[in-house]
């Protein structure tokens, strides 16, 4: 293996369709390639997935179409108190924890589709249906479910790596409070004093899954304090940990913190679109960390809590909801 591998001056890449193949060689190779992956920076290139190049351009389209509309128009579909969760947020009203730049964004956010899943009615809020555009509630719903699996199938890897059973996530995932969000960064039209496209911070939830790396401009902190260029091919989903899947294993898989830096001002014209999904579990998870990664060389670090008492904790510190 490269010895940059341990490093981490690039991301680590794998091919999803390693875990899938019948060969239990393969298999194996592939959990310990991104377990130690994840262990050493965090981030992963991911090709095999579950999402063909077709889908990912329609809903491009469609998400380039919502934030093309009057701003008179996005706004109705921002929900007042609603913490972000479904619908749009406007530019700069988010910001990372610890801070109060908001950052230079405006988002959407896709939910699960209670329609096809009525029994989730009373759990989450409804998605909001954007009138104006015909297919992009439809599209999204199809890149919701796509990412799903294809997560879910990255965490039965990861509990295999964790010595646990391969569908321990299963039954927590199901129907968990997992989001797709719709990132615009507007073209920048004066020299930001502080403020960044997304500001340096680590994900809330299990695993994230980003579509549209290959744009330039996020970052990686790697563990020796250096930031590199995380860069996808076309044909590659980023993965991260979050810090739900941090505490549980006690630290073992590290939550990684990344941004978004501003591009050089040659390019401040253009806009820039990302589309992260980020797994969440059930809001009843547990994330007690887990018994196997808690040892006298490795003390337990995090106190224990459910998954939508920390989800709702760190809205508030993004100041998506008041306390």
Same mark, same amino acid.
């Given at each position: ?8 001056? %690039? ?15 393969? *298999? #194996? ?12 920076? =965090? ?16 809903? %491009? ?8 509309? !009057?701003?008179?128009?996005?706004? +109705?579909?921002?929900?007042?108190? &609603?913490?972000?969760?479904? =619908? ?11 801070? +109060?730049?908001?950052?230079? *964004? #405006? @988002? ?41 699996? +294809? ?24 129907? =968990? ?7 615009? %960064?507007? !073209?920048?039209?004066?020299? !930001?004093?502080?403020?960044? /496209? ?9 695993? +994230? ?26 044909? #590659?989903?980023?993965?991260?940990? =979050?810090?739900?899947?941090? /505490? ?20 401040? &014209?253009?806009? /820039? %679109? ?24 490795? !003390? *337990? ?6 998954? &939508?008492? @920390?989800?709702?904790? /760190? ?9």
């Amino acid at each position: 293996m490269d010895p940059l591998f341990f490093h981490m001056q %690039y991301i680590p890449q794998a091919d999803l369709n390693e875990f899938l193949s019948e060969d239990p060689v393969r *298999k #194996e190779a592939f959990v310990q390639h991104i377990g130690t992956a994840f262990q050493e920076i =965090g981030f992963l290139a991911l090709k095999g997935h579950l999402l063909d190049a077709a889908l990912q351009e329609k809903l %491009y389209q469609e998400i380039r179409n919502f934030f093309e509309l !009057p701003s008179e128009i996005k706004s +109705t579909y921002e929900i007042k108190d &609603g913490g972000g969760q479904r =619908g749009y947020t406007g530019f700069g009203k988010e910001h990372a924890a610890g801070r +109060t730049v908001g950052d230079l *964004k #405006e @988002f959407w956010h896709f939910g699960q589709d209670l329609n096809l899943k009525p029994d989730l009615k009373n759990k989450y809020p409804d998605n909001l249906i954007v009138q104006e555009l015909e297919n992009f509630n439809h599209i999204g719903n199809l890149v919701f479910l796509k990412l799903e699996e +294809t997560a879910k199938l990255v965490l039965q890897a990861l509990a295999l790596f964790l010595k646990l059973d391969e569908h321990y996530f299963d039954k927590y995932i199901d129907g =968990g409070n997992s989001i797709l969000r719709a990132i615009h %960064y507007p !073209p920048i039209t004066q020299a !930001p004093k502080d403020a960044e /496209r997304a500001a340096a911070h680590g994900d809330i939830n299990l695993i +994230t899954l980003l579509m549209g790396a290959q744009g330039g401009g996020l970052q990686v902190l790697n563990r020796q304090n250096q930031w590199i260029n995380a860069v996808a091919q076309p044909d #590659e989903l980023m993965i991260n940990i =979050g810090d739900m899947l941090s /505490r549980l294993t006690n630290n073992l898989l590290p939550s990684t913190i990344h941004k978004v830096v501003n591009p050089p001002p040659e390019q401040w &014209g253009s806009s /820039r %679109y990302s589309l992260p999904f980020f797994m969440h579990p059930i809001p009843q998870m547990p994330l007690n960390c887990l018994p196997q990664t808690v040892s006298a060389a490795h !003390p *337990k670090q995090y106190e224990d809590i459910l998954a &939508g008492d @920390f989800l709702h904790q /760190r809205l508030v510190d993004l100041g998506l909801l008041k306390k």
